[in-house]
């Protein structure tokens, strides 16, 4: 069944997020795809996130389509005009990738080319409706198009610091939704109980939501994410679970499974990054039970 059938059904979607080499090599990005096949629902190729310049996510797309593995693009608008964006997408769906994602791009100043000239010729809406307009037929001018694509489109919601923040990105959220985001992907969870609270607004967008679920490698990246971004909201609890744990890599995938174990109880899917560690989703989704 399909990603999109999958939502339609209100089916527990699980997603995998997989970025493409800084290169050509693709045997590791290929091996791990096959290592996932019939395990997930997607995979999500974020295209140059962070700002790091890497492989087209359009070629990952197509290699995960090849694996017999449906793939969801990210589209951002920070490096591409709407002729190029416009373009791409077209491209997009006659290689048959059907599902896109318009997310958030991260500050070209933390990236790997400083010096790269930013485009943002169009916000996140303005894309979303660029992308239903292509699928009535026309392009962003009104012109009308020789053949018309389809594609299930969702958005980002991002991490947000108090509760001014939140009603910001919800009413972003729901901008986005209305504009013809279908589902919307959420910042990463560590704490249950605080998420609980935020799913109880986003759920009235009215669309599938799907939380990240991040796995934590050491100690050190936890302690480093709840020093930094205060809005992720981990516990010393959390740490403390992680730097008492014998194997703290293993503790690590516990902690996602068990997140993805909890969330299933409540929304429609996880997306799960594992930035790297793409070998350790199988064991991951085992934890979780699934």
Known sequence: MSFQKRLAANEFVVLAEMHTPKGVNISRLV??????KGKIDGVVIPDMDNGIMRMSSI??????????IE?????YC?????????????AAHVLGIQNLIVAHSEDIENGDHPEAVVVNDLNEVELLKGIAQ???????EGFELDGVPT???GCTIEPFADEAQMVQQLKLAKDKVAAGASFVITPAVFDITHFSGFYSKVRELGVPVIPTVFLIKSL????YIATTEPSSQISNELISRIRKSPNRDQEGVK??????AALREMTQGVLVQTLGWEHKLPEILDAAGM
Do not use: W
């Open 31 to 36: 091996n791990d795809a096959r290592r996932m």
């Open 59 to 68: 070629a990952g797309g197509v290699l995960m389509q090849q694996q017999g």
């Open 71 to 75: 793939s969801i693009l990210h589209v």
């Open 78 to 90: 920070r490096d591409r005009n709407r002729m190029a964006l416009q373009g791409d997408i077209l």
């Open 134 to 140: 292509l699928q009535r037929g026309k392009d962003m």
């Open 151 to 153: 594609f299930t489109t």
């Open 220 to 223: 050190a990246i936890a302690q």
């Open 255 to 260: 902690i996602a499974g068990e997140t993805i």
